[in-house]
């Protein structure tokens, strides 16, 4: 089969690879009909995520069709049109018992990895480097599912693939930071990030019961797609003082959440964010984090931090002082993918939400390395990238 | 319960671990063994002057002989030196009820479904067992153990009996967890002594390059084994093409590997664990 691996910083390539088997009894294999590019995939792109090795195969966005399964998958059969979540989890430890599925205790072949940098290992993830499992990803023809009774959602006859493709990753992503938010009735939510969590992150904290949701980028494209959705918008390259505009749109008090669907890559004109990239230079800081900096000292005292932006590392400078001063809730973490996939698949059956409005590229698997560069730079309007595995290459 | 030594450097003294050299002879100690190994030092000896000789001719014939005798002196070296004992100490919560964990672990038997390193083990008698563990190019390391003390759903003491090549011995202690977290606390603690010369060769080509942490992620498989009914893997997944310097690693590690770890060439992972 073909398979995008990753190669090197920047480098991303198409190869044709064996087809994948299955390893475990309880593994499955999905011929894909479609994946994506995630902008957390832009992190291995840029070289940001270390234990990457020549030859991986990335992707965890995806969805197709069971072509065949182990000997003690029960509940999925051969022809089954699945969805399934980026995380793996094995539905039988403490973790995925109460429901914290990410934090699966039993997937992660390399947990020792993990443990000499966290303490203890959480969910493995698809396409995601060593340190997360190292299993092959999705961004290709087949994939390997293990654990495939646990994550796989069935998808109902008659529903357009781009209409659930997101309910692999970034819809119950943007969905988990919106309810960790903890919404009541008339608040104020912002969003830093209008790409496609942080889109999801608006409707969703509309769904959720915000008066009000403003969403913050750069982008004009991502700034109007905001837009269109409800919320109000800020520019923060237009922008003199941020945290100063959010206070005057909320009468002084600063958002009762706020939102980081930015993450490590965050991007800024604040001294923090030059002296972060100074750093990564030197490497002696994996991440930049003026986004979660901004995200803390503008949010209302009492009000929650919530970060489905991806860090993998320790930031320097992290004013605990103003979280502790203000008395503020920090939240995130890998998404629970388990909790939310049946529920929000229901919000887009009974017609709440159409996901394929971010689609901004549909492309075959030989575009994909090009795409990678496109979507980083956010060229020619990119917001989202859809590969449809089997489509011949675009003339 | 009895005490476990906690000084690694003591295993050997306190419960009467003595390694031993291959054909069953008995070692009082490494003093001995360099006496009665006279070709080890001479190995090292032989070895290291040949090295030095050959590197003062400065030519292609002393570039050869250098090799040959530094492979000696090597070789001698690792025959003297016994690799270190190896003590792991792990607590785990398995999410099972403790019956259920207990008896599992009780029919040695089932060792080997999480233990990588073991082959099988035979149940001999009421309290005797033999084990058979792997180790590459057809070897196997085989020895007896007994169970030394043991109480029902409580703990689990054996040890191996004299004559074993690599003296060990384990500890398993069992606790039913807080309603909470539901399912048993385990704390095991094994200890191996590896001997110098071929025991020790063989245990370090058994356990691999650290054996402290294979014995651990060992432990690690029992829960996965236990919660989710299998042990996760990579080991033959799909992969692009691998770098030749990581293509050339993989040559080795096949070379050296075990049966006991499923591999596929071409498509082994050196991240795994185990590899």
């Known amino acids: ?395 | 319960m009895p005490e476990i030594a906690e000084n690694t450097t003591d295993v050997q003294e306190s419960h009467g671990l003595q390694p031993q050299e291959a054909g069953g002879r008995e070692s009082h100690g490494l003093q001995q063994q360099w006496a009665s190994r006279g070709s080890t030092v001479g190995s090292i000896v032989a070895g290291a002057a040949l090295a030095v000789y050959g590197i003062s001719r400065k030519s292609l014939g002393g570039t050869a002989l250098a090799a040959v005798g530094s492979i000696l002196a090597i070789r001698g070296v690792r025959r003297a030196t016994a690799p270190n004992p190896v003590h792991i100490e792990r607590s785990f919560t398995i999410n099972r009820p403790l019956e259920e964990v207990f008896s599992f672990f009780r029919n040695f038997e089932n060792l080997p479904k999480f233990m990588q390193h073991l082959k099988e083990v035979h149940i001999t008698g009421d309290r005797t067992s033999h084990w058979v563990a792997f180790a590459p190019l057809g070897v196997e390391l085989e020895w007896d153990a007994e169970i030394l003390e043991e109480e029902q759903n409580r703990f689990l003491i054996w040890q191996s009996l004299p004559g074993a090549l690599i003296p060990n011995r384990g500890s398993v202690q069992f606790r039913a967890a807080s309603e909470y977290h539901g399912g048993t606390e385990i704390t095991a603690v094994l200890d191996y002594a590896p001997p110098a010369g071929k025991g020790g060769v063989l245990f370090a080509r058994a356990f691999g390059r650290e054996p402290g942490m294979q014995i651990r992620e060992d432990l690690r498989h029992l829960k996965q084994l236990l919660e989710a009914g299998e042990i996760p893997t990579t080991h033959g997944q799909s992969h692009g093409r691998r770098t030749a310097f990581v293509r050339m690693m993989k040559a080795v590690a096949e070379s050296t590997k075990h049966k006991g770890e499923a591999t596929e060439s071409g498509n082994e992972q050196p991240w795994a664990v185990g590899s």
């Open chain 1, 1 to 395: 089969m073909k398979a995008v691996c990753w190669f090197g910083k920047r480098d991303m390539r198409v190869e044709h690879v064996p087809d994948p088997r299955i390893l475990n009894p309880r593994d499955c294999i999905v011929r894909i009909t479609r994946s994506a590019i995630c902008g957390s995939d832009l992190h291995l792109y840029n070289g940001y995520i270390p234990t990457m090795e020549q030859g991986d195969i990335v992707g965890h966005e995806f969805m197709g069709e069971v072509v065949e399964v182990g000997s003690e998958v029960k509940k999925l059969t051969v022809g089954d049109h699945v969805v399934v979540p980026f995380t793996i989890c094995c539905g039988r430890c403490f973790f995925c018992k109460q429901g914290m599925w990410s934090a699966c205790d039993n997937t992660n072949p390399n947990a020792w990895m993990v443990e000499a940098q966290y303490g203890t290992s959480a969910a493995a993830l698809f396409g995601y480097s060593h340190l997360y499992g190292g299993y092959a990803g999705g961004q290709a023809q087949y994939a390997r599912v293990p654990f495939a009774d646990v994550g796989p959602i069935k998808v109902p006859q008659g529903i357009d693939d781009e209409k659930v493709l997101f309910l692999s990753d970034i819809f119950p992503t943007g969905y988990q930071a919106a309810e960790q938010c903890d919404i009541k009735r008339g608040q104020v939510v912002a969003v830093w990030g209008c790409g496609p969590v942080g889109q999801f992150a608006i409707r969703s904290a509309q769904m959720l019961g915000a008066e009000r949701v403003i969403g913050i980028d750069r982008f004009p494209e991502r700034l109007q797609l905001a837009e269109k959705s409800g919320a109000e918008v800020v520019n923060y390259d237009q922008t003199e003082d941020l945290i100063e505009t959010l206070k005057a749109m909320t009468g002084g008090r600063g958002p009762d959440a706020c939102i980081d669907a930015v993450g490590l890559e965050a991007h800024g004109h604040s001294v923090d964010y030059y002296l972060d990239s100074a750093k990564q230079k030197v490497h002696l800081q994996l991440e930049r984090a003026n986004v979660l900096r901004q995200a803390i000292h503008a949010c209302r005292k009492g009000g929650t931090v919530s970060v489905p932006g991806v860090y993998a590392g320790s930031i320097d400078n992290f004013p605990f002082g103003a979280a502790f001063g203000k008395g503020l809730t920090i939240r995130g973490g890998q998404t629970h993918m388990i909790r939310y996939m049946q529920p929000l698949l229901e919000r887009v059956q009974n017609g709440d939400i159409d996901p394929s409005f971010l689609i901004t590229h549909r492309v075959a698997l030989e575009d994909v390395p090009e795409m990678y560069k496109t979507f980083v730079n956010k060229d020619d309007h990119c917001v989202k990238v859809v590969i449809d595995p089997w489509a011949q290459k675009a003339a």
